[in-house]
């Protein structure tokens, strides 16, 4: 049972219009609209009835900018104390030798 209220739309295209838009605010996977008895209401593909609302895809796409920069950041202060971090340059030769060619 779901205990948060989602948007209800009154035509299937601004439900649709929405559904481009936004994300499951939980999991930020997509939308899927359905009719319900009022209207259109959009869902996750994921939570289905447990959705609990919803953040636009801008956001989503910031956010995911945000934590790659973190990672990327994270890694270079941590190569110093975190052996597998500490990756020596290889040439096209190596590869292709360590690979079995």
């Known amino acids: 049972m779901n205990l948060h209220q989602l948007q209800v739309f009154e035509s299937q295209f601004d439900a649709c219009d929405f559904q481009q ?3 499951c605010a939980t999991c930020w996977r997509p939308l899927v609209n359905r009719p319900d008895g009022e209207g259109w209401i ?12 919803y953040v636009t895809r801008k956001y989503v796409d910031k956010r995911i900018e945000q934590s790659v ?16 971090l500490q990756q020596e340059k290889r040439t096209e030769a190596q590869n292709i030798s360590e690979l079995g060619f």
């Open 42 to 53: 959009c869902q996750c593909t994921e939570c289905k009835e447990e959705t609990r609302g």
């Open 69 to 84: 920069a973190f990672a990327r950041a994270a890694r270079v202060a941590l190569a110093p104390y975190v052996p597998f």
């Open 21 to 23: 838009s936004h994300v």
